[in-house]
């Protein structure tokens, strides 16, 4: 974690309180319902004013049962990031696994992202003051999500191989990685040449421009002889 991810997940009350290791989650959906408390408080407090205390009134249990499933706030933090990354990316998938062809399923993902970073129930914004969780999720856990998707890319890259959708020699890794980074600028880079609160112009611009570099060479003829 970058030490601004380690302030900003540290600061605040409770920053620095260590207890039990997390377990796995309750029978009874104990941890879900810290969870789920723990983003409501996020919306309402911001990263900065979270506390466990206030975690634990909002899910109705003790300040001891949030830490019998997570040592301390910044874990509490992480774990509510990764449920909301994980949100996020399952919903992309529903809407990718609903196209057929990889430059279609890019340009649907581009779509969805630029359609959904900021909505409530997939990143849970945050106070006017802060960042939307989406936001704070990329500055904090940026390696974590470039992994994560690199790895949803690749069944996708597979299939495209397999319909000649790809040129031969194209490392599936790489160019998994390749559309992350393209799908994270998104996110965070702001549009000159089109307009990107446009779907058709999003999907346009990806066709046109980045899943082309993957796809097979066109052949060429040599010249003939005048």
């Known amino acids: 974690m970058s030490s601004r991810a380690s302030a900003s997940a540290s600061a605040g009350p409770d920053a620095g309180m260590a207890g039990a290791s997390p377990s796995a989650a309750a029978p009874d959906g104990t ?8 983003e409501r408080c996020l919306a309402r407090l911001g990263l900065a004013r979270l506390s466990l205390t206030d975690v634990a009134a909002q899910a109705g249990v003790s300040r001891g049962a949030v830490y019998l499933h997570f040592a301390d706030r910044r874990a509490l933090i992480d774990a509510v990031l990764t449920r909301a990354a994980g949100r996020f990316v399952a919903r992309c998938a529903e809407t990718v696994r609903r196209h057929r062809t990889l430059v279609d399923q890019v340009a649907e993902a581009a779509v969805f992202i630029r359609e959904h970073q900021a909505d409530q129930v997939l990143t849970l914004r945050l106070p006017a003051d802060e960042e ?13 999500v470039v992994e994560e998707w690199v790895d949803f890319w690749l069944p996708y890259l597979a299939a495209a191989g397999e319909r000649g959708e790809l040129r031969d020699g194209v490392d599936h890794r790489r160019a998994s990685e390749w559309i992350v980074r393209m799908m994270l600028s998104f996110a965070i880079m702001p549009a000159v040449s089109f307009d990107a609160e446009r779907p058709a112009e999003v999907r346009a611009f990806v066709r046109s421009f980045i899943v082309d570099g993957l796809g097979p060479r066109p052949e060429t003829n040599p010249a003939t002889p005048k």
């Open 31 to 38: 941890e879900e319902r810290i969870l789920a408390a723990a």
């Open 132 to 144: 939307s969780l989406f936001a704070t999720l990329l500055t904090t856990r940026l390696e974590r």
